[in-house]
């Protein structure tokens, strides 16, 4: 028996990961795989807070951020091939552009 | 089935569809008259709305709707915040048309996002309900990832484009994982069960962590410190109508959500969030005002100032009083005015200036008397000059303050106000005492000219005549505060 | 609906001129002057109506707490008989400009700046609370400063029109200060409800307490600051002969006939309640007899037309300041409009003599003009004898009534009109000589000719009404009678030796002045028989010369101190310091943006992380 609390745990060391791996890694494709799991940690939380409480709101929350995740991926993933074709570099630290 | 609710939105949606129809069916109508078109139609659309209160009645500030089970709400903030939609859509899309120029191409396109956006910020403005509340500022922000990249052979605007799409799906994320928390403390997503969880005594820890977690996330869409991070550089590197619309629809959005969120759903917790509001009014004021000083792009200037509105604002939501939050929404009347003369101004004279260098706007008062006109009138009510909408904004939310007893916000507040003072009135002095970098004269169409008349006239009337918009932002706050 | 009209006509009309006919000069005129025409007769119109004009809309303006500013248009007789004057002389004044200012360059400039005037005026004779007057007030101060500047390519003028909003805001900043003093004590700012409230504590009988009786006075006097800046009273007088280098018409219409004499009718609308505060009224008394003593004796020994008539207004002022000062409120207004009137006449007809002559404006140039302007010498003529207060013609009456209240009030105070009286039918007389009669005295003024009919028909008929404005038929004397504020003033009683005093009078300065300038030479007559006296007058008491010494040599030796005061402890620790922290601090914020978007996230997860930790940790 899986409890809410393990859960909560879980979800929150993704969280965490994903969060140090959008700060950490320079590609900004894995950044968009980090940020997906930030997402899924949402999701975790709210499967499990959904059994926890016994009702479905939770989980039909977590529909709408799959397909919200998806829509958010198309137009990352566009927008670093649009990138990629500008500059031929996918590393955060080469876009200094915009500053100060 | 309450689906009448969503008329307006439905109407919007019908348009999107229409347009994308006709432009795939029909290549052969210009692109400049269906956008065109497309305004016609939300002015229309707008129109209806404001004439008949989408149904909820003759006093509709006071009355409200609710459908699909307490998720959809109709009342006076969300007709409101609909109304907002409209206005900034309408500037950002003929503001585009006249940006768009000789790149015609993809000016459907952009229209149609545009109208998704204003469709997301409609659905906010009435979702209480956290699932609502994601999807539609998603609907927000995911159209802005793509408007803030769409000048693709441009490297800023796609460097622009993925850092604002990095920095705001982190954010959402967070926002989304403060939701889960706080769905996992009351079990369930409406406003209203959080609002039964929140006036407990002792509200339970997750609930706290979770409404951190959404504040923090919403900070990023108000462009509040320290969460503001993203604003100045996304702000230059946007083509500028998008930043136009960054700056009122994206802002208005956020603090329509969180004006109702933290009212009714999280009514019960003001002790806990109002110090967290209070600093970030006043990181904000300071980084706003003080980050702005040596700009030497107006863009960026305006992504400094944007930060700076947003703290006088969240001086009004800390004074948690119906002043300071009628005051919020008053603000945001006479910014979005503003705005939409200064980014208009741009928006002519950005062919032969594309990143708004401040010193290329040296003698404009002599290139185009209208275009200085307009461009001073925007910066000095965003300056809080009297007795344009601006001041009128900065003292009511300089009244909320003293009244809630806030000295030391009060004091940096009005540090604040005097710093942007000075880089507004820096641009001022180089469009008129500035030497000319260029020289030829500029040509305004009748029609901008009509419409920046128009928004100046309303500049000054909402300033000079503060009644009927102050009484009315008034009687919605407390509509929703007494519900 | 007709009230708003009136008041927003002549803004439109500023706001057409200004957007699009600055480069049709002739449109732009026209369009002016047809404004001002169509507000005179809407004017009339509504003055015909009277009391049952339907009430305008309420237009609420502010509401801060307490206070509460709404526009509503102040339409009582006291206003009907002022918009009459505005109205009306501005009306032909406007016509007359048409002919005046046909040549010049910057005409369409002039009437937008003429319109924009009549708004302002007329706002502050609507205008119901003192918010709103002082709004059209400060507006008024801004079109006379443009109108006194016209010709700013002349040093003359812009001198004079900086000089003039200088000394302006001087006393504005007081009539501000008082303002705030009105509302903090009585928590209004409207003049009824503040009508209401001083009838109440009267007729209640409170005794008031003597520091709030000290705080009254203090209100009165400061708001008396700002009469005295705008009808040029001791001693804030000094902009007004400076102000003569506007163009002639808006001396005409500004400096003589309509804006000066809105201190005067602040005055009547707020006697009320000053009459509550007796002591102020003695002061404003004494002040405008000062004035109109003074100024009479200056106009004695000017040289130019132009300053002699404007000496005049400033001592015809202080007689209206007096005469409020002293209890009569209705006569001062009585003397107001039969003043705008032969005022504007003599101004004008001074503008026709300048125009016949180009503009030379030295007296003791001119000379011999009356077969050669007869029409203009006629209307002069017509305007001095009322002005002088030759008995039957309309300032005989009115300054009459003046008089009768001293007379009854205070016998100094009579003295001192009388003898203004005597110098003015004095000054004027010496000014026709010069100007009118015998030989010419230089090529222009023998080859002058009379000017176009434009410019001479509203001569005519303010010449009609200066003479006959006068009498009960015209009903000017008696729009007054049943207006409720002045109830409180007692009317004096009419005595027979004073009437014969006053009837004399002007008879004996205008023998006085034809024996003393009979034959005119190129000098003037009294600087060859009282040198001494005539220098002291011709330097106007050496008021100038005292304000300058006072700004240059007062100053001195305090601006040594503050000048090092200013250079080492403002300037380097306060706005160097205070503008270079802020730089610094804003270069320092600056850099958080260092456009890396890791940095920036992780910025964004330390905030978060402080957030955390800060509400639920220490908790």
Known sequence: MIAANDCLLMSGALFALGVAGVILRRNILVQLMSLEMILNAANLALAGFSRAHGNLDGQVMVFFIITVAAAEVAVGLAIVVILFRLKKTAHVHELAGLKL | MEIHLLKSEMAVALLMGWLLLVDLFMPRIPKRYLARTAVVFLLGITGWLVWTGAGVGERWMEGVLVGGGGMFVLDGLALWGKEFAFWAALFAMVAGMRFAGKDDDHLVERVFLQLAACLGMMLLASASHFALVFVALELVTVVFYVLVASRRHDGLSVEAGVKYLIYG?????????GMALVYGATGSLGFAETARVAAQPTPPMLLKMGLLLMLAGLGFKLAAAPFHWWAPDVYEGAPTPVTAFLATLSKGAGFVLLVR????????????????????????????SLGGISQTSLKRLMGYSSVAHTGFMLLGVAAVSCAGLGGVLYYLTGYLLANALVFGVMCETSGENPYQEIREYA??????????????????????????????AKLLMFKAAWQGGMTVLLGIALLAAVVSLYYYLNVIRHMYAGEPVLTDGLRVPYGVKLLQGALAAGVVAVGFFPGPWWDGSLMIVRALAGR | MLLWLILLLPLASFAVIGLFLLNRPRLASMVSAGTAVTTAILALAAIWKGNSVEPAAVFSWLRVSHLRIDFTPEWDRLAQLMTFVVTFVGALIHVYSLGYMKNDAGKARFFA?????????????LAGNFVVMFVFWELVGLSSYLLIGFWYEKPGAAEAGKKALLVNKLGDFGFMVGILMVWSIFQTVDFQR????AWLSVTGGNEMSAELKSWLMLMGLLLFCGVAGKSAQLPLHVWLPDAMEGPTPVSALIHAATMVAAGVYMLCRIFFFLAWIPDVLTVIAWVGGATALFAALCAVAQDDIKRVLAYSTMSQLGL????VGLGGPAPAMFHLTTHAFFKALLFLAAGSVLVA??????????????AKLPVTFLAFLAGMLALSGVPGLSGFFSKDEILMVAFARDKVLFGVGTAVSFLTAFYMTRLMAAVFAGRARSEAADHARETPAVMLMPLVILALLSVAAGYSFLGVKDALRDFAGFASAAQAGHSPLAFWILAGVPFAGIAAGWLMYRDVSRNDALACRAPLLHR???????????????????QGGLTTVLNWFDTWVVDCCGVKGVSLSTMCLGNLLRCFHSGNLQTYLIYLSLALVILIFWKLALF
């Open chain 2, 169 to 177: 799906a982190m954010s959402s994320g967070v926002m989304l994982y």
């Open chain 2, 261 to 288: 969120m933290l009212t009714v759903a999280f009514g019960g917790m003001k002790e806990f969030w109002l110090p967290v509001i209070g600093v970030m009014a006043g990181l904000s004021l300071l980084f706003g």
């Open chain 2, 363 to 392: 003698g404009l008062g002599a290139r185009s008397r209208w275009l200085a006109g307009a461009l001073l009138i925007g910066l000095l009510s965003l300056s809080g000059i009297p007795p344009l909408a601006g001041f009128v």
């Open chain 3, 113 to 125: 700046y003429m319109s924009l005037f009549m708004f302002s005026m007329q706002g502050i004779v």
């Open chain 3, 194 to 197: 503040l009508g209401e409230m």
């Open chain 3, 320 to 323: 209206m300041v007096m005469g």
């Open chain 3, 357 to 370: 002559l180009h503009h030379e404006q030295n007296i003791w140039r001119m000379g011999g003009l009356r």
């Open chain 3, 536 to 554: 002291l007058l011709a330097g106007r008491l050496w008021f100038d010369e005292l304000y300058d010494a006072l700004v240059r040599h007062g």
